[in-house]
């Protein structure tokens, strides 16, 4: 018995072994974090909004092509880089990935990096910030290409980085984002294997990474719906149908698909009308109104049905009243899927990474990421790493997309940790 223990140590302390990293690897790390910080502050100080982040990606591939070892495709999906580090050592392609852009926000945060950069947007003139921590996504992933590529005859396998625009949605028509990555073939030549992401979280505590198996952020679709009634003078609805009238109705019934036709104990799902607008005047009843708003789930199936619900619902209530609902709903993103056997194959690396007690399983979001395209792809691990300040209650951080959004700097490094220690252990633990 004691020998079959000692056997099985032994046998854990080799394995463990075989997965430090190199010696050297402390010393690049710490190197390596100014530089990061640096970065960071520059992508923070001149964010440009998605499908423009010209400087951004041309700022991340001449630094790439700095690398020994490391071959840069630019521009991808159009402001976007790839870049591929072959390792010394057999093994398999791993992608890693970051999104480059910012969004249309006032900055008001008082650091000496803070954006002053305004800029057009839908034919409006907009400030612009980096208020969801991309600039902290691209400096993360830059950094881990310096060690990774510093490192490189002992890398296993081949790594791709993925420099991603336009998470948070193309302008207008445009394509963009990872979609547009993959129909660009940024998971072909070479073959990517699984695909690994990060998101900061002003929420979660500095130094702590958190994860989820299964499904883990919501899949967001787009939803508009006119309503067409026919006009009348406002004393004499009966003349007409009412289109805002009907509108009540409706949103009423979309909520009654969340609370009363969801089997909410197995996903979370959201409605969310976000816009409604219809007539001109108090005394006119309108010809039509129309309304937009989002959807959340948790469970592609549960999404497909919530799209039917929301059909039959619009249509048959606009029909009752004597209006004609028109339903377009598109899909924005799909469920980011965080594959369980990578998971439970990974959760060691992050360990190593940020320590035992800083790792945790989260629950779900109703956020939602384009990093789901990839998930949909190849199997894929997205986490999120902490850059909330010691000792701060989450409740009193600003969330992301707001003006006063704030990121502990120091919680970057685990970051970079993370990544390094994934392409180090993905080949080893298979
Ligand atoms: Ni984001």
Redesign the pocket.
């Known amino acids: 018995m004691r020998k079959l223990l000692f056997t099985l140590l032994l046998g854990s302390a080799i394995m463990s072994n075989a997965q430090e990293l190199p010696k050297n690897y402390a010393s690049l790390l710490k190197e390596v974090e100014p530089q990061l910080i640096s970065w960071r502050r520059h992508f923070h100080e001149f964010p440009e909004l998605s499908n423009r982040e010209v400087n951004t990606g041309k700022f991340i591939a001449e630094f790439l092509k700095t690398l020994p070892n490391v071959e840069v495709r630019y521009p991808v999906a159009k402001t976007g880089v790839v870049a591929v580090l072959k390792g010394g050592k057999p093994g398999s392609v791993v992608a890693l990935r970051a999104?480059i852009d910012a969004l249309p926000v006032y900055e008001r945060v008082n650091i000496p990096f803070a954006s002053k950069v305004t800029t057009d947007f839908n034919g409006q003139k907009v400030s612009v910030m980096h208020a969801?921590?991309?600039d902290s996504?691209t400096a993360m992933l830059m950094a881990t290409a310096k060690v990774l590529s510093a490192l490189q005859k002992e890398v296993p396998g081949t790594v791709v980085f993925l420099f991603q625009p336009a998470?948070?949605g193309a302008p207008g028509n445009e394509e963009g984002g990872a979609p547009l990555m993959i129909k660009e073939g940024a998971l072909d030549n070479p073959k990517v294997d699984a695909v690994f992401g990060i998101?900061?979280s002003a929420q979660t505590p500095v130094g702590t990474i958190k994860y989820k198996s299964g499904s883990f952020m919501a899949s967001s679709d787009w939803f508009t719906i006119r309503v067409n009634g026919k006009g009348s003078h406002g004393s004499m609805p009966w003349g007409g149908v009412d289109p805002i009238a009907a509108s009540a109705q409706i949103i009423e019934g979309l909520q009654h698909i969340v609370s009363r036709q969801s089997d909410l104990t197995k996903a979370p799902v959201v409605i969310t009308v976000g816009t409604i607008n219809s007539g001109v005047r108090s005394n006119i009843i309108p010809e039509y109104a129309e309304m937009s708003g989002t959807i959340r789930t948790l469970d592609s199936k549960m999404q497909e049905e919530v799209h039917e619900r929301i059909k039959h619902t619009a249509e048959t209530i606009a029909e009752s009243t004597g209006a004609k609902a028109i339903v377009n709903i598109e899909t924005k993103t799909l469920v980011t899927y965080n594959d369980p056997a990578l998971v439970k194959k990974t959760i060691p690396s992050l360990i190593k990474a940020a320590g035992d007690e800083n790792v945790s399983e989260s629950t779900w979001t109703t956020?939602a990421?384009d990093f789901s395209f990839y998930a949909a792809k190849a199997p894929s691990f997205f986490f999120n790493v902490g850059a909330l300040p010691k000792g701060t209650d989450p409740k009193n951080s600003a969330p992301?997309?707001t003006p006063d959004f704030y990121l502990d700097e120091s919680g970057f490094i685990v970051g970079v940790k993370a990544f390094t220690q994934i392409v180090f252990d993905y080949n080893k633990t298979k």
């Open positions: 999104d969801c921590g991309h996504h998470e948070e998101h900061i956020g990421e992301h997309h």
